[in-house]
């Protein structure tokens, strides 16, 4: 079946996950980014010169996470003003929510390695 454009703006395609974080007391909601939030990361952690295209790792958790946590509304809970204060947290709580978004945003160390290497 072929979508039109008014089923692809109705299709519920932002799914989201409640990870339990324990050292916060807690859970917390990690949504599926938007197109635009996926390329505002983007832009974000490569840094591109006349020598290429080089992954910046600086708070890159962070960054990631800014943008995926989200309120029961579906909010964001951190701008991206906000990424030193995130980054602040306890790595193991970092981490934990790092994962799941790695996951629910098809994102990989391998495809970070390839855009890296073009």
Known sequence: MLLNKDQIMKADDL?????????????????TMTGGERDAFEAQIYDADSNGVRLNRDNFR?????????????????????ILLLSNKSAKAIQKLFDAAQELNGLSVGEQEAVEKK
């Open 15 to 31: 799914p989201f996950r409640d990870i339990d974080v324990p050292e916060w007391g807690g859970s917390v909601r990690v949504r």
């Open 62 to 82: 962070a960054k990631l996470l800014t943008k995926v946590l989200v309120d029961e509304t579906g909010t964001r809970l951190f701008n991206d003003k906000e």
